[in-house]
Each structure stands twice: as C-alpha cells, then as structure tokens.
C-alpha cells in the first residue's frame, strides 16, 4: 500500500469513526429521551442499578443500530474523507501527478468490503446469540421478564402454548403442548396427542423441558407431565419430560413479533425447512438477510463518483447529491421491506421486492463509475 492510499485510508476511517458514533449517539440519546420514564418506572432500585441497566440495555442494541446505520456510516465517511481532501485541493495535485481518480477510490471500496465482511458478522453471528436480550423492553429488568407463550412452533411440528414464561427460573407456567404430524395434504397437520402440565421447566443439561404436576393425592410436585394421546386409548399417561429444538433462550424471540429480524441466514433456512406453514415474512427476511450487505455497498458507489470533484465550490452540491441518492435507496429498501409480505397483483413475491433496490441502483453505480471525470 502506498503513501497515498494509506493516507485516503487513514481519512476515511477517521471519518467512520466519526459518523459511527454520531450516528448511533444520536439514536442512543433520542431513545434514551423518550423511553427514560420506562427506566426509572421501577423506584425501589438504586440510581447505579438503574445507569447499569440503561448502558447494558444501550449496549446490546447498538449491534441492532450498527446494522441498521451501516451503509450511511460508509457515505459519511466517504464524504468525510473526500471533502477534506478537495478543501484542500489535494485531488487537483493527485491528478496532476498522473494519477487516476478512480485509482484514489480504491482504498476505500477495498475497506468497504472489509467493512460489510464486519456487519456480515454482526448480523449472522453476533445478533442471533444475543437475541434474547434484545427483545427486552426498556421497562424490563434484566433476567427478570416474562412473556405469554402463544402457540410456538418446534422443529417437531408441535405447538407449545402457556400461560407465562419465566426468563430468570426458565419456566413454562400452565403448559399445553399440541402433538402434530404431517399429512399427505401439504400444510395440513394431524394433531396426534396433547401434553398438559401445572410448569415445565427447561434442563440445560439434556436440552429438555421437565414436566411437572401437582399431586392431588398429597398436594406435592410430581416430576412428570400427562400424555393424551388422541385415538389410541391409553387413557393419561405420564411423561416426564419433552425434547424440543426450542430452548429457554428462544422463547422470549420467538414471542415478540420482529423476532425473525433477529435470526441468522443459517436459523432462517432452516425454518423454512420445517414447513410448518407458508411464512412470506420469513421468505423476505432470508432475501433480505443476502441484500442488504450488496444495497449498502451499492449505496456507497452511487456516492463516490460524485463525491470525487475537483472544484472546492461544488463539494457542498456533490454532498448534497450523493446524500439524496443514498438517501433515495434507503428508503426504496424500507418501503421494499413493507411491501414484500404485501398482496400486489394477487401475488406475494418476497423476492423481487428483496432484490429491487440492488437492480435499480447497481445499474446506475456503473453509469456513474464509467461517467467519472477522472
């Protein structure tokens, strides 16, 4: 690398920086200005139980703003970088010296792909494990939520539905558990059986939920369920735990509706695999999941073609430009977001809503690239 591109480099990281935490500042003290009274609802605790709850609750979520703010933070940065440099008519010596424009740009897409290598983590591998804890509401306190379980489907087809849950003891209180199977009519399911239980707590150790009853004989807790199973003519029998691929820490994201934005590719497909229902949302979150790493890049190059002028006079409209445009595909892939679970033209079709935004603008990226004054 030489001295100009480690210098091109060392500007637009300076402004990523810069924008990464003007950005998320900026959505950390809005939140934070309109959500405090939920903080402060609980008036037993102590002011520094109250910060740590605030700045654990701030820093889990930045993950979530991280990968909501990512494309902008890039056009910043390169607006950053490339305003600083025309201020001070470096681009006009760069070209002087022989050097091509196009060849300034190249530190920074380079560093733009490490940079979406870095949200491709964040959203495939960080957000997914910390899920449970960013379904949290500002009003709750950690560990100690509850949630109404409403009919959570497992990798076995069945139905698990209870009164409330537990985060901190990881109890299924009042549980239903509806046994299905699959029939010869796709879609269809046949319900076979039912588990009821007084809780069901769930076991680290075997990855199993313990049943449990109250006796009606001594009023004790007895370390089992009772099976209904439909047609067989058994009658109750008892059963002392369940398997399922659903685990204490899936029901809290299972139960909150944007839990599928919170799901990695590789959690997403296999969803999709269970078949249990047709989920259009599901559908457009797994296009959605492989696009928005490409609509941030694409953002970027719309961008840099105009950022990249000559004249310190035009920098402000270059900017201005370069921000509608990537302010024009941000909000095309919001609105593409909507409208993918949407009924247009008798037809839902996640994915061309997912891969419009990328259609659209990548093609006019390379009219502006190969238009490039340079």
Known sequence: MGILD??????????????????????????????????????????AVVIKNIFTFYLFNSTLYFRDFAGMITVVAAAFSFGKMVRHNELVAVMASGVSLKRIICPIVFLALLLTGVLVIDQELIIPPLADKLVRSQGDL???????????????????????????????????????????????????GRIDAEKAVYNDQTGRWDLYTISPETGEWVSHGLLNEFGSGKGLQPRASYASDITAKDIPVRCESEHKTLLSLRQLIALEAQKIQVDMELSSQKHFHITDPLINLVMLMISLPILV???????????????????????????CKILATEVIFDKVMPELWAWLPVFIFLPIAFIELDSMKT
């Not at 698990?160 to 879609?187: C, H, M, Q, Y």
Request: one cysteine or more.
């Open 6 to 47: 480690r210098y091109v480099a060392k500007n637009f990281l300076i402004g990523y920086f810069i924008a990464f935490c003007v950005l998320t500042g900026l959505r950390v003290i809005i939140d934070l200005f309109v959500n405090l009274d939920e903080f402060t609802e609980h008036a037993d605790l102590e002011t």
């Open 142 to 192: 950690p560990g100690k939520e509850s949630y109404q379980v409403r009919f959570i489907s497992d990798g076995n087809g069945s139905l698990i539905n209870a009164l409330k849950f537990d985060v901190e003891t990881s109890t299924l209180f009042d549980p239903t558990i509806l046994l299905r199977r699959p029939t010869s009519r796709p879609g269809i399911w046949e319900v076979t």
């Open 309 to 335: 002028c000559r004249d310190p006079k035009s920098v402000k409209s270059a900017v201005m430009i370069s921000f509608a445009l990537t302010g024009a595909c941000f909000i095309m892939t919001f609105v």
